[in-house]
């Protein structure tokens, strides 16, 4: 169906995912993104990256919706987003995590 990825770095973790275009539009990465950010957030982390390109605006709005904000674009158009938390107090605007991720 599809996959989150973190990757921590000094500066932030960085995350990423990916949704299989057969499952597109069933809400699956409105779902893997409050809950990968959650679980990070529980392991300590409060700042987060995300990088999308200009043209994939469900991506970046997505993104927004979960409090991520546009920092800038690069030459090859990605758009990098970020989002700061005081630890332990990730919510997202579209969801709640519950105990199962869903």
Known sequence: MGFFTATRKPEASE????VDPQFWGRGIAGHMIPQGVSL???QGATAFIARALRSNTGSL?????NGFTTQGTDAEDLVTL????APNT????DSEVSEDGL
Do not use: F, H
């Open 61 to 65: 709005k997505l993104l927004e919706r």
């Open 15 to 18: 995350i990423g995912y990916w």
């Open 82 to 85: 970020a989002l700061r938390i």
């Open 40 to 42: 990070l957030a529980d």
């Open 90 to 93: 990730y919510r997202s605007a």
